[in-house]
Structures are given as structure tokens and as C-alpha cells.
């Protein structure tokens, strides 16, 4: 079955930046979107950005510019960088399949990372 | 962008029903088809229940059903259990090719 996992630094200082990565497995990333989603401790999701396997990306106007996606299909992996963190980036954050208009579940986030959070600080 | 609207909580019994709203715009809810609720227990991942208003990913119980009417997306709870006590979140496409989610909703089974 098709697994993620994120991993990267658990802490990060301020007005630097934030640097994930989503691991795929039992499956490839190709002909897939991929996407980051963030909760703040006690809060409601928030959709960073999603990535297609060609490198198309669409980013959350919200975050006013400073995410970079990127996919690599050698590692089968895609990637999150949010630059010029502050305390209010503090979140866990949570990568996921989709959406798309095609599979089983269509224009949904049908799998998730356990998520790993990250402190600005 | 704005989240999307929903109740803050909501609560019912053993066995009886609840709705949970989810209300947008014309430029997210209203205009697509591409609503999904989610379900998240404490300390876990969130978990896909409904996807395109009101289709249910195989394994997801009948008892679990959306609606839309305009710009506000519904989830239904019939047949309250105890596990299903746990945050739920509707999210939906717009206009600019995003994705936004409501804020959430805590469901106590009393």
C-alpha cells in the first residue's frame, strides 16, 4: 500500500528556512499531484501548496511567496521550502497524495503523512 | 484566501444524527463539485470520509453522507457512535486553482 513520510529538521530559527521532504513508497510519484498541508498546535489545516510529478505546482496565495515545491523521480520524493520562517510557520506538517481528478478517490487528499512537526524558534 | 466556515463544535447522543455545515463562496464551494471532509481523531493523521460532495472512500460507513446546496456543503452523522467523536474538516477547490479548508469542527458524542 502506498505509504509517506516526512522528514527534515524538527527546529528551525527564525527568518530562516524550512526544509521538508516526503518520502513515497509502494508506489511511484509519477501521474500523481502532491501536496503540504500545515496545523498550527490547536488549529485547523491550512493547504500549503500541491506539486505535479512534471513539476506544475500551485501555491497557497496566503503564504505571500515564499514556498518552493519540488518533485525528484529518481528518489521518488517531493519537497517543501518556506523561507523567512516565524513563530506563527510552528506547525506540524503533514504531506499528501492529491488531489486529482482521477483513482479511486477523486479531488481529495486520499493519503497522509503521520505528519512531523516543526518549532520556529 | 478565507477558510472555509464551519460550527465550532457540535455534539449528539449515542444513535442520533448530526450535520455538520461548511459554508464558502461562489468562488470555492459554490462553484465546484470538489468538496472532501476529513476526519481527524486526536494526535492522528487526518483521513479522507467524503470526496466530490458526497461520494465515501470504500470502507467508510454508510452512516457517514454529505450534501451541498449553494455555496454550503453538509456532512451528516447518523447512528452516532463513540468512535466517531473526533475533528472534522471539509476542504474545497477554487477558483484560482487552490485548495482551502474549513476550520474545523469538534464533534462530541455525549
Known amino acids: 500500500q502506498v505509504q509517506l513520510q516526512e522528514s527534515g529538521p524538527g527546529l528551525v530559527r527564525p527568518s530562516e528556512t524550512l526544509s521538508l521532504t516526503c518520502t513515497v513508497s509502494g508506489d511511484s510519484i509519477i501521474t500523481y499531484y502532491w501536496s503540504w498541508i500545515r496545523q498550527p498546535a490547536g488549529k485547523g489545516l491550512e493547504w500549503i501548496g500541491r506539486?505535479?510529478?512534471?513539476?506544475?505546482?500551485h501555491y497557497n496565495p496566503s503564504l505571500n511567496g515564499r514556498i518552493t515545491l519540488s518533485v525528484d523521480r529518481s528518489t521518488n520524493q517531493f519537497s517543501l521550502k518556506l523561507t523567512s520562517v516565524t513563530a506563527a510557520d510552528t506547525a506540524v506538517y503533514y504531506c499528501?497524495?492529491?488531489?486529482?481528478?482521477?483513482?479511486?478517490?477523486?479531488?481529495?487528499?486520499?493519503?497522509w503523512g503521520q505528519g512531523t512537526t516543526v518549532t520556529v524558534s | 484566501q478565507s477558510a472555509l466556515t464551519q460550527p465550532p463544535s457540535v455534539s449528539g447522543s449515542p444513535g442520533q444524527s448530526v450535520t455538520i455545515s461548511c459554508t464558502g463562496t461562489?468562488?470555492?464551494?459554490?462553484?465546484?463539485?470538489?468538496v472532501s471532509w476529513y476526519q481527524q481523531p486526536p494526535g492522528t493523521a487526518p483521513k479522507v470520509i467524503i470526496y466530490?460532495?458526497?461520494n465515501r472512500p470504500s470502507g467508510v460507513p454508510d452512516r457517514f453522507s454529505g450534501s451541498k446546496s449553494g455555496n454550503t456543503a453538509s456532512l451528516t452523522i447518523s447512528g452516532l457512535q463513540a468512535e466517531d467523536e473526533a475533528d472534522y474538516y471539509c476542504c474545497s477547490s477554487t477558483d484560482r486553482a487552490t485548495w482551502v479548508f474549513g476550520g474545523g469542527t469538534k464533534l462530541t458524542v455525549l
Open positions: 506539486i505535479y510529478d512534471t513539476g506544475i505546482t
Open positions: 499528501a497524495r492529491g488531489p486529482h481528478y482521477y483513482g479511486s478517490v477523486t479531488w481529495a487528499f486520499d493519503i
Open positions: 466530490e460532495v458526497s
Open positions: 461562489s468562488s470555492d464551494v459554490g462553484n465546484y463539485n470538489r
